[in-house]
């Protein structure tokens, strides 16, 4: 069975780190993955992408402060999130492109003072 878990979320204060993982249950090495956020009520937005050629491409408001990544023999994608802002909480979901894989539970990242 296809499955993707996504831990890591806390809450944290402005300008901490958190690193999130998403484990899955076979292999990563040949799919494009991507994090997702999900603020209450608001829409699901793209925040990092990891091609399978090892490209990414970072949501603008994350630029420099994010970084995604994946280790392939442990099945596992992550987001180096630096330097983290006061916002919203969110839900952050990893996603894996091809429409095989079901979305996770998500975790929950809260920044606040």
């Known amino acids: 069975q296809l499955q993707l878990v996504e831990s890591g979320g806390d809450l944290v204060q402005p300008g901490e780190s958190l690193r999130l993982s998403c484990v899955a249950s076979?292999?990563?090495?040949?799919?494009?993955m991507c994090w997702y956020l999900e603020a209450t009520g608001k829409r699901r937005e793209l925040v990092a992408a990891l091609g399978a050629d090892g490209r990414t491409d970072y949501a603008d408001a994350v630029k420099g402060r994010f970084t995604i990544s994946k280790d392939n023999s442990k099945n596992t994608l992550y987001l180096q999130m630096n330097s983290l802002k006061p916002e919203e909480p969110a839900v952050y979901y990893c996603h894996a492109e091809g429409g095989l894989w079901p979305w996770g539970q998500g975790t929950q990242v809260t920044v606040t003072s």
């Open positions: 076979g292999s990563l090495r040949w799919i494009n």
